[in-house]
């Protein structure tokens, strides 16, 4: 599978905005995609997921703000954050994972399939 964020970009605190993920290669519905960043020193964290059925669940850190969509028609994941901080700023990827056992979406692990990132920056 191959997968494709765009919708990166440079937002001021408090502004919206919507990463895509596009997949191909594969069957985009059987997987479950997860969504993680990377800020600069810091380790990658995991954000949110969703599974083939549409079950989701998020990082309390980001709960709330932070929802992950899909497509299947269109073999597309979303991740719409909204009331964004400065430290939201970092690189964020999407992944693909088999499992659907929702306990198991954070996990690094799970994912063998990684996109190459977009960056998004938020300025105060």
């Known amino acids: 599978v191959q997968l494709v964020e765009s919708g990166g970009g440079t937002v001021q605190t408090g502004e919206s905005l919507r990463l895509s993920c596009a997949a191909s290669g594969g069957t985009f519905s059987g997987y479950t995609m997860g969504w993680f960043r990377q800020a600069p020193g810091k380790e990658r964290e995991f954000l949110g997921g969703?599974?083939?059925?549409?079950?989701?669940t998020y990082d309390r850190s980001v709960s709330g703000r932070f929802a992950v969509a899909r497509d299947n028609a269109k073999n597309t994941a979303y991740l719409e954050m909204n009331s964004l901080k400065p430290e939201d700023t970092a690189d964020y990827y999407c992944?693909?994972?088999?499992?659907?056992?929702?306990?198991?979406?954070?996990?690094?692990?799970?994912?063998?399939?990684w996109g190459q990132g977009t960056r998004v920056t938020v300025s105060s």
């Open positions: 969703i599974t083939s059925n549409g079950r989701t």
């Open positions: 992944a693909a994972a088999l499992t659907q056992i929702l306990t198991r979406v954070p996990l690094f692990r799970e994912y063998p399939y």
